[in-house]
């Protein structure tokens, strides 16, 4: 064995080893005021399975198709920013993006191989899941959190997209500060709530900066929801409220900025790059999987033509999209996802009348990243790697509206029999007056 494969073989044990202790570590900590929070096992067959994915793609011919030409930019620009000296290009704001930061950063320390750079970033994005995890026992208890957790450790587009040398690992650690922050707030507007969030947004802006800003609005107008529905606390919500009307003051020449026509004629030429350059998951062109070009040129446009382009990200690719191993896996994700959709219109209906106030820190992470990556997918391949993501959330809200039908369900037959024993017999003895 040479000295570069002992290296590598000894970087790779000790990320395994480390990443499982941060792991432990962290639901231990977030076990000590959840009781029953019993996500250790789900956690540990999902990072197992990624671990297998990661070991049957390298041992078969299908890593050109599953991992596409991102990974080598990424990676040949952490490289870069190895070679200089810490605090050039490191810092928040400098030239690269936050997943080549976090690249650079361990070949600089460790020198890790590809391999065990994919077992940090299954770590990342399985920190994520646990911290959404955390959010739906805070919402709905211990069973909610156990099932969501079964259902992430086997999604199988999250199988895969976790260990990619990409930006979705961390946009997936961000989504879940953002969820448990809001989780804080919707419940007790924590002021730690506020700075979890503000932690996963700046993670976001710094990874995927357009999803990063939703992320932020979405945490900004679910702030301003909780403070309206706890009025009865003038003391903590009206300074919420006024400070969330003056950011919005703040904000609006940045709005208007950003809707503008020059704005949004970028906007289209991104559209239609993606549309006629369409990549299975940024591998190789198939044109096959190119969504219909649509118009984002105004913003009457962006609100007519959007609804379009959610749904192309929700189902798309479809059956007789399949090409190669990338766009087989994007139609089993497609699959997964509508048998999803349907569980989750089933639970909301059986809950109506709690989905907001059940579910709001979920909702609306979810539904400001599906517009985000509604606007910027313009192909299939794209918009599968995206749609992990919406997976994801959408999980955590049918996790926590099932456990709500249930409950409705389980006290309806107990109203019932009470309501029952309450009731005159016809066999009882009737009083008459006299």
């Not at 969030?197 to 993670?203: D, K, N, P, S």
């Not at 009307?245 to 559209?271: G, M, N, R």
Request: hydrophobic share 50%; charged share 15%; proline share 4%.
């Amino acid at each position: 064995m040479s000295d570069t494969t002992l290296r590598s073989a000894e970087g790779l044990i000790l990320t395994v080893l480390a990443v499982s202790y941060a792991l432990a570590y962290t639901v231990r900590r977030l076990r000590r005021r959840r009781e029953g929070f019993g996500v250790g096992l789900p956690i540990v067959v999902g990072v197992t399975l990624r671990l297998i994915a990661v070991v049957a793609i390298n041992a078969t011919g299908l890593s050109s198709q599953l991992r596409g030409g991102d990974e080598t930019t990424f990676l040949d620009l952490a490289r870069v920013l190895a070679g200089t000296p810490w605090g050039r290009g490191f810092v928040p704001h400098g030239p690269y993006q936050l997943q080549t930061v976090v690249f650079a950063v361990q070949i600089k320390l460790a020198d890790l191989s590809d391999t065990a750079m994919r077992v940090t970033q299954i770590g990342i994005a399985t920190l994520g899941f646990v911290l959404i995890l955390a959010a739906v026992y805070d919402l709905a208890g211990r069973r909610a959190s156990r099932f969501c957790a079964w259902m992430i450790a086997l999604e199988p587009s999250n199988l895969f997209f976790n260990s990619e040398l990409h930006k979705d690992p961390l946009m997936v650690l961000a989504s879940g500060l953002v969820v448990l922050g809001g989780t804080k707030i919707w419940q007790r507007l924590d002021l730690n709530g506020v700075l979890l969030a503000g932690l996963g947004g700046f993670i976001g802006i710094e990874t995927r900066s357009y999803a990063g800003w939703f992320l932020v609005s979405a945490t900004v107008l679910l702030l301003l929801h909780s403070a309206l529905r706890r009025l009865d606390r003038p003391g903590r919500s009206t300074p919420v409220v006024y400070a969330v009307a003056l950011v919005a003051f703040l904000s609006v020449p940045t709005l208007l900025t950003i809707t503008s026509s020059k704005s949004l004629q970028t906007l289209q030429q991104s559209q239609t790059a993606n549309s006629t350059g369409a990549t299975a998951g940024g591998s190789s062109n198939a044109d096959n999987l190119a969504d219909e070009q649509v118009d984002f040129s105004t913003r009457g446009a962006v609100i007519t033509n959007l609804p379009k382009r959610v749904f192309d990200l929700v189902f798309q690719p479809y059956p007789w999209q399949l090409q190669d191993a990338s766009q087989q896996l994007g139609a089993l994700g497609s699959m997964v996802a509508l048998a999803g959709l349907l569980f989750l219109f089933r639970f909301a209906w059986r809950a109506r009348g709690h989905i907001v106030s059940q579910t709001a820190p979920l909702l609306y992470p979810l539904f400001f990243l599906l517009i985000a990556y509604s606007l910027s997918a313009g192909n299939a391949g794209t918009g599968f790697r995206y749609r992990s993501h919406i997976v994801l959330l959408g999980a955590a809200v049918l996790a926590v509206l099932r456990e709500q039908a249930r409950q409705d369900t389980a006290d309806s037959p107990a109203l019932a029999s009470a309501a029952e024993d309450l009731a005159p017999h016809s066999s009882d003895p009737v009083l008459l007056p006299a």
